[in-house]
């Protein structure tokens, strides 16, 4: 999979998530509002996407209405998210790829090639890096866990 940096019309940030030349996914994100419209075959979505807790060290995903979908947090020097009741561990690859696992790195969940200009800290799309990863690797998560737990479903 691969995060580009897309063309936006209304002057927002905008990336697509392609897979093997299809495109799962489309995000535009809004840096004044926090707000990520997301598009994914059928579904549209907007989530929230704000820094809360002590400091505003942690980011938090919101969904239009409010509801907390998901969180960042660090264990054991190991970065996660949240989202939902799954954690999923995550590294970023100094702006190549970002990596996604539950149990170890070595049997990753999804690696995503990231575009130059996404991971960069003067980035064209607008916002900084580490702002735009946070962005991209929270979506990335919720769009993964549907595949997740239909794969659970079918181990047990």
């Given at each position: 999979?691969?995060?580009?940096?897309?063309?936006?019309?209304?002057?927002?940030?905008?990336?697509?998530?392609?897979?093997?030349?299809?495109?799962?996914?489309?995000?535009?994100?809004?840096?004044?509002s926090n707000a990520a419209r997301v598009e994914s075959g059928a579904e549209k979505r907007v989530f929230l996407i704000r820094k809360e807790g002590f400091l505003r060290s942690r980011t938090v995903l919101r969904s239009e209405y409010g509801i907390c979908l998901g969180r960042t947090g660090s264990e054991n020097n190991q970065q996660f998210v949240e989202v939902g009741d799954q954690r999923f561990f995550y590294e970023v690859e100094e702006g190549k790829a970002l990596t996604i696992y539950q149990e170890s790195l070595e049997h990753p969940l999804a690696v995503?090639?990231?575009?130059?200009?996404?991971?960069?800290?003067?980035?064209?799309?607008?916002?900084?890096?580490?702002?735009?990863?946070?962005?991209?690797?929270?979506?990335?998560?919720?769009?993964?866990?549907?595949?997740?737990?239909?794969?659970?479903?079918?181990?047990?």
């Open positions: 999979m691969k995060w580009e940096t897309v063309t936006s019309t209304i002057g927002h940030s905008a990336f697509a998530l392609w897979n093997n030349g299809k495109k799962l996914m489309t995000l535009v994100f809004n840096p004044a995503c090639e990231l575009d130059r200009s996404v991971a960069s800290e003067q980035p064209a799309s607008g916002i900084p890096g580490s702002q735009a990863i946070s962005v991209l690797l929270m979506t990335l998560c919720w769009y993964l866990l549907p595949a997740i737990r239909d794969n659970r479903l079918l181990q047990q």
